[in-house]
């Protein structure tokens, strides 16, 4: 008896996933539930579970395109594999391409795009096949050898927007500085890129970066944005944290950060001013009850928009922990569709790469995104007298056809007097 394995529904607006690389080869034994292959689609990765044990008959190839609903491989529950030929069980370093073994596009992509060669890495799969995984390990460790080096002078590679950038430090805010930040090192893939003679390159564009590019033109194109500007004295907040930053992780287990501040007062502003947290459909305007908080965060692949679910209910410990584990998910390709989809806002933080101000891209259907920048030491006026505070400028994009001028600026006013007085967020006033 065969189980068929569908792809599922995978999210709103998908229709087809691409077959990234089989976990599991054709004839291997797969227990239910265990991941049989990789998928990709346009907005997250995902493997796909087995849904019944038994033994695996590929019906499709890695690199297809695959329909939502479509057969990809069976389960033979009444099978039982059978080792290969000449099979041991101990993983042997992995030949060169095209020998013994074919590498999967998700292992032949990292290995094209850092000059790898092949045979000097262990490969931990079936045969000692080489998994993407066994790559990315690879890759770490040659790294971790590098930044022990000194690193020659980089300049940083402005092809990707810093404004869109925030998940994966937003827990830890850069210290307060008087001096302009140090050009971030470049990534060991931007560093290890080979180019032909010509010195051009061209590379096809991803799914997730072609939804991306598709998704920002369409929001320049079909909403009114604008953008306004406040300053935010960011004593306050630094002090507090401070002072309890040890306590909560004894308490919690995690450390605390400036993203949960702004989190909690964006819920509480959103409370106060709903139509920031609606949106546009056709002719009508979508209210939503709660907030689903999306914090857009740029990884390998491109930009994606984690959201925090009912994120007016989470404490600040709440906060931090899933800003912790998605920002882990993200950078590992693991987060599923749904923490993927139905943001109602969007926080982004460029200020974790020195950017001192930017005007955020709205991320439809939504109708606002807060752009938050670095904290600069600045002389301010407090009353007649002049001192040095810790500022950030923070940015509001919104759709105007929605939002009025009125309503965007007293929520960025709300932003600014619940982070200079975070006291008003415990007593939500």
Same mark, same amino acid.
């Given at each position: ?25 054709? @004839? ?17 990765? !995902? ?12 019906? =499709? ?26 099979? %041991? ?22 290995? #094209? ?11 931990? @799969? ?19 050898? =590098? ?12 092809? +990707? ?7 994966? +430090?937003?827990? =830890?805010?850069?210290?307060? $500085? ?12 931007? *560093?290890?890129?080979?180019?032909? +003679? ?5 590379? /096809? ?15 320049? $194109? ?8 406040? #300053? ?31 989190? $909690? ?7 106060? !001013? ?31 928009? /984690? ?5 007016? %209910? ?23 569709? *749904? ?19 930017? %005007?955020?891209?709205?991320? /439809?259907? *939504? ?8 904290? +600069?030491?600045? /002389? ?30 007293? !929520? ?18």
């Amino acid at each position: 008896m065969a189980t068929e394995v569908k792809i599922p529904a995978v999210g709103e607006s998908v229709t087809e996933v691409t077959l990234v690389e089989w976990l599991k080869a054709n @004839g291997d034994s797969v227990e239910k539930d265990e991941s049989l292959c990789l998928m990709e689609t346009d907005k997250a990765d !995902f493997e796909l579970p087995s849904p019944a044990a038994g033994v695996v008959k590929h019906l =499709h190839k890695e690199g297809e395109t695959i329909a939502v609903g479509e057969i990809v491989a069976e389960i033979d529950e009444s099978g039982a594999a059978e080792p290969a030929a000449g099979q %041991t069980q101990t993983a042997e370093p992995a030949k060169d391409a095209g020998e013994t073994q074919e590498l999967s596009p998700a292992v032949r992509r990292l290995i #094209e795009e850092h000059n790898l060669d092949p045979s000097k890495i262990y490969g931990s @799969g079936r045969g000692g096949r080489l998994t993407k995984e066994d790559v990315l390990a690879y890759l770490e460790t040659k790294q971790a050898k =590098h930044d022990k080096q000194p690193e020659p002078e980089v300049t940083r590679d402005d092809s +990707e927007p810093p404004a869109e950038h925030g998940l994966e +430090e937003s827990a =830890h805010a850069p210290a307060p $500085r008087t001096q302009p930040p140090e050009p971030k090192s470049i990534t060991s893939a931007q *560093q290890m890129i080979q180019y032909p +003679e010509d010195g051009v390159k061209r590379v /096809p564009m991803s799914k997730i970066r072609r939804r991306i590019a598709e998704r920002l033109v369409k929001a320049q $194109r079909t909403t009114a944005s604008l953008t306004t500007f406040n #300053e935010i004295d960011m004593s306050a907040v630094l002090a507090l944290r401070e002072k309890y930053k040890e306590r909560f992780d004894e308490v919690h287990g995690v450390s605390l950060g400036l993203m949960s501040f702004f989190v $909690r007062a964006c819920t509480l502003a959103l409370k106060e !001013f709903p139509r920031v947290n609606a949106g546009i459909e056709g002719d009508d305007i979508i209210y939503h009850q709660h907030v689903h908080l999306g914090i857009a965060v740029s990884t390998e692949r491109g930009l994606v928009v /984690p959201v925090l679910r009912d994120a007016e %209910t989470l404490s600040f410990a709440d906060i931090e922990f899933e800003i912790k584990r998605m920002a882990k998910a993200a950078r590992a390709g693991k987060l599923n569709i *749904q923490e993927l989809s139905g943001g109602t806002f969007t926080i982004t933080n460029g200020g974790i790469y020195g950017s001192m101000l930017s %005007t955020p891209i709205l991320n /439809p259907p *939504q109708s606002a995104i807060l752009g938050m920048h670095a904290i +600069e030491k600045r /002389p301010v006026a407090r009353g007649e007298q002049v001192a040095i505070s810790p500022m950030m400028y923070v940015a509001l994009t919104y759709d105007h056809r929605l939002v009025d001028g009125k309503e965007s600026v007293s !929520f960025l006013v709300k932003i600014k007097q619940l982070i200079e007085d975070p006291s008003r967020m415990m007593l939500e006033i």
